[in-house]
């Protein structure tokens, strides 16, 4: 089973930046890909940002151009820059690891989350 733990939120404010770390129990090469969900009060979680083991990223439209997802194999960690962050940007953030074997059904392991509070 893979282990996320994750940090970097905190209070920041508006135009701010933050970086996000997710640790992986694992090598992060083994994880097909890894991403970043957050879900604000009352919203649904949506997707962030993905990175996939080959280095191909994708952003949801709202944060492209200001936030992007790198990783470091050598650490097993998977990170998120977070700039010029808006008070609509406030959620708890989640990493996320999907991993699909060739002859077994896809399995998703959370963090725990981390809180990002965007205010003035």
């Known amino acids: 089973q893979v282990q996320l733990v994750e940090s970097g939120g905190g209070l920041v404010q508006p135009g701010g930046s933050l970086r996000l770390s997710c640790a992986a129990s694992?090598?992060?090469?083994?994880?097909?890909?890894m991403g970043w969900y957050r879900q604000a009060p009352g919203k649904e979680r949506e997707l962030v940002a993905t990175i996939t083991s080959g280095g191909s990223t994708n952003y949801v439209d709202s944060v492209k151009g200001r936030f992007t997802i790198s990783r470091d194999n050598a650490k097993n960690t998977v990170y998120l820059q977070m700039n010029s962050l808006k008070p609509e940007d406030t959620a708890v953030y989640y990493c996320n690891a999907k991993i699909t074997p060739y002859y077994s059904a896809s399995r998703n392991y959370w963090g725990q989350g981390t809180q990002v509070t965007v205010s003035s």
């Open positions: 694992v090598s992060i090469s083994s994880i097909n890909a």
